[in-house]
């Protein structure tokens, strides 16, 4: 079993040379001659108004929270049916229950219109 | 660990294990071969990748694409773009968030090229055979989307906030179809192993028994890797390119590394969930017809070879039809994007985990494997012709709604409805997937 994991392990620990070796090659190949214009924020030719860093509209932000709903059910249902072939009857029913729940919070966030885009 | 176990009988790693002993250090050497291995056949292949996207792409459109480096087919066009990448300078905007503008392309590629730790290329030919390899597989693969939100927020740039917002919105939204649909096969194969799923398949692929959540799937794919029709968060004519407008030089090569990567991946892993990965069951049909025992890749010498070679059939097939839609199907709108996967995609989704969680207990024990397949096949028609149905009657009152509307209106204030009608003209399946999931 642990040894499953070292396999995973060196890899988080060598996937980052794989990345780099290109970039680091490109920065000792690559000019190095930077100048103000250059370095100025692209967007098509105009000059940049402010900064980007704003409060940006929440539309987005309540998606993600309606995910996170969902990403934790993932949690519970992936165990659930790679065991299912142990499961008793009263264990499908909380399991039918379970998703039950969740279409129910699915309604109720499109009801009060948080699935509206705007 | 078992990689390139034995592509005939003995392999390399069984030579090395016979030469060195088996000390701890030789499995962590072995290991450390395999990660090699893997990764280096993921970036080369992606050089192959781009190429051949180029080309079809180029046939479909009736142009011939890349021709002149490396011969008559052009087949050195991405090494030539490689090297040019790698000679251009590459700077980071004065105003970027040092930091995050740099750590997003490393994080983006690591992430993609985590994913092939658990991809099965052959009986016994897998980095790592992880009990739960799926959840591993879907885990990593979400953290691409802090890169691109690293990348976007980092750059300081409005068109690449933009990209940001709409990648974390897109990602994260079709990640719920595709995890949910995820969970079908895995009740089907009671295991989140990809050899055990491949395992389950051995008569009959999971794409003949649950093609809706293969379709499902696909689909929410598409999405996942930021493909058309769902590439909206690079989408050149909206936004310049998204979360990737102030990268240059080998720093934007991760970003197009990565997406090449988990494109092939995302095909690697259908090929495995729904169409039996190295498996053929073809094979065993026409040997049982001649009346010769069924016989498994994974225990024949040659096997692996086979297993390989069918691998990779499958994986280029799902690849080419990555390809043919982005050549086919324009880019939809971000609220149809999000509209079909909320109110479309997730309950449906919902509803056929649902179905098949309850159907597969109901089946008798004494069925045998092909009379499961038989029933979960005719239940997933089921639901998707009966979904197909409920689109047509509600697009059907949709359009007798507006053309109603359009013969009462005459023509002076056809600027205020025309609007509306439109935007019904245009939604029609968005529309269509509201009242299939309000039902």
């Known amino acids: 079993m642990l040894s499953d994991w070292q396999f995973i392990a060196i890899f988080v620990v060598l996937a980052p040379i794989f990345p780099a070796a290109p970039v680091i090659l490109n920065y000792v190949l690559g000019p190095k001659k930077p100048n103000p214009i250059k370095q100025e924020t692209y967007e098509c030719g105009i000059e940049t108004i402010g900064s980007s860093w704003i409060q940006f509209k929440v539309q987005y932000y309540i998606y993600a929270l309606v995910f996170v709903v969902f990403d934790i059910e993932a949690v519970f249902l992936f165990p659930i049916a790679a065991a299912y072939g142990q499961l008793g009857l009263f264990a499908v029913m909380e399991t039918v229950l379970f998703i039950f729940l969740l279409a129910v919070g699915l309604l109720y966030a499109w009801g009060r219109g948080v699935l509206e885009w705007v | ?439």
């Not at chain 2, 959840?135 to 980092?154: D, N, P, R």
Request: hydrophobic share 55%; glycine share 8%; proline share 4%.
């Open chain 2, 1 to 439: 660990m078992e990689f390139l176990k034995s592509l005939v009988e003995l392999t390399l790693f069984d030579y090395l294990r016979q030469v060195w002993g088996n000390a701890a250090w030789v499995e962590v050497v072995l290991d450390i071969i395999g990660v090699v291995v893997v990764s280096t056949f993921c970036l080369l292949v992606v050089v192959f990748l781009i190429w051949l996207e180029r080309k079809v792409i180029a046939r479909i459109q009736d142009r011939i694409g890349p021709n002149r480096v490396g011969g008559k087919y052009g087949l050195l066009q991405t090494v030539a773009d490689v090297l040019k990448l790698l000679s251009k300078e590459s700077f980071t905007p004065a105003d970027a968030d040092k930091p995050a503008y740099n750590a997003a392309p490393f994080l983006i590629v690591i992430s993609a090229l985590l994913m092939w730790a658990v991809l099965p290329f052959a009986p016994g030919v897998v980095g790592v055979d992880l009990n739960i390899g799926l959840f591993y597989i879907l885990s990593v693969s979400s953290i691409s989307v802090v890169s691109l939100l690293l990348a976007g927020w980092g750059s300081n740039n409005k068109y690449a906030l933009l990209g940001a917002f709409r990648s974390v919105a897109q990602l994260v939204s079709y990640e719920v179809p595709m995890i949910l649909s995820l969970v079908v096969p895995i009740l089907l194969a009671r295991s989140m192993s990809t050899q055990d799923i491949i395992g389950a398949q051995l008569v009959a692929p999971f794409m003949f028994v649950v093609p809706l959540s293969a379709i499902i799937f696909f689909i929410s794919s598409l999405a996942e890797t930021g493909r058309t029709p769902f590439d909206l968060l690079e989408a050149e004519s909206e936004i310049v390119a998204g979360f990737h407008t102030e990268y240059s030089g080998m720093k934007f090569g991760m970003f197009f590394l990565a997406e090449f990567m988990s494109t092939l991946f995302m095909s690697g892993l259908f090929a495995v969930v729904y169409w039996g990965g190295w498996s053929l069951p073809i094979l065993n049909m026409i040997l049982s017809l001649f009346g010769v025992t069924p016989i498994d890749l994974s225990v024949i010498a040659f096997g692996r070879l086979i297993g390989l070679v069918v691998f990779f059939v499958k994986m280029f097939a799902v690849y080419f039809v990555y390809i043919w839609i982005r050549g086919t199907l324009p880019r939809v709108r971000v609220d149809q994007l999000l509209n079909f996967n909320w109110k479309f995609l997730v309950p449906l989704t919902l509803v056929l985990v649902l179905v098949v969680a309850v159907v597969d207990k109901l089946i008798p024990a004494e069925m045998g494997v092909l009379g499961r397949a038989a029933i979960h096949l005719m239940t997933n028609l089921l639901i998707g012709f009966g979904t197909i149905e409920v689109l047509r009657q509600s697009a059907r009152r949709k359009r007798l709604l507006v053309e109603e509307v359009e013969t009462a209106v005459s023509h002076h204030d056809d600027h205020g409805h025309g609007d509306h009608g439109h935007d019904d003209h245009g939604d029609h399946a968005m529309h269509g997937a509201d009242v299939v999931a309000a039902h």
